[in-house]
């Protein structure tokens, strides 16, 4: 499995939903219907280099208009990224579905749910591994930084 990764993107994964409830009280059947509340991913540049670094102890930092708001650890995706994709290709697999070559998988969040709003500059640092941000617009996009 190692070996058909090709490179480790840092990224930042919008959640939201197009109800007007919020996410309160949805349910796995409305958020799944919400396409799983993923608004977003915002992915900074690839970098092979990743089987250097030891992923569960990598830390992560999460920075909202400048201020540290959050931070983290490979770790905490299920004990260690690849985990995440172990169980997506276990879970895929039964299914007779392979993933395809370029395909990008987010492996879950290092430093939780954090509320944002439009105008908000994030930017999420994975140090050696690079780092991802971007500004949130009103009209529901992102631009990336």
Do not use: K
């Not at 990764?5 to 409305?30: D, H, K, Q, S």
């Not at 998988?105 to 591994?129: E, K, Q, Y």
């Amino acid at each position: 499995m190692v070996r058909a990764v090709r490179a480790f993107r840092p990224a930042l994964e919008i959640v939201g939903t197009r109800y007007e409830c919020g996410l309160t009280g949805l349910g796995r059947a409305l958020t799944t219907a919400d396409g799983g509340v993923n608004v977003a991913l915002i992915a900074g540049p690839a970098t092979a280099a990743w089987q250097d670094a030891d992923l569960a102890v990598q830390p992560v930092q999460l920075a909202i208009d400048g201020a540290q708001v959050a931070a983290g650890c490979g770790a905490d995706a299920l004990g260690h990224p690849l985990n995440v994709l172990e169980w997506l290709l276990a879970h895929l697999g039964r299914r007779g579905i392979a993933l395809q070559a370029g395909e990008i998988v987010s492996t879950g969040t290092c430093t939780g749910l954090i509320p944002v709003a439009p105008g908000n500059h994030l930017h999420a640092d994975f140090g050696a591994l690079g780092s991802a941000g971007a500004q949130l617009v009103a009209a529901g996009g992102a631009t990336r930084r």
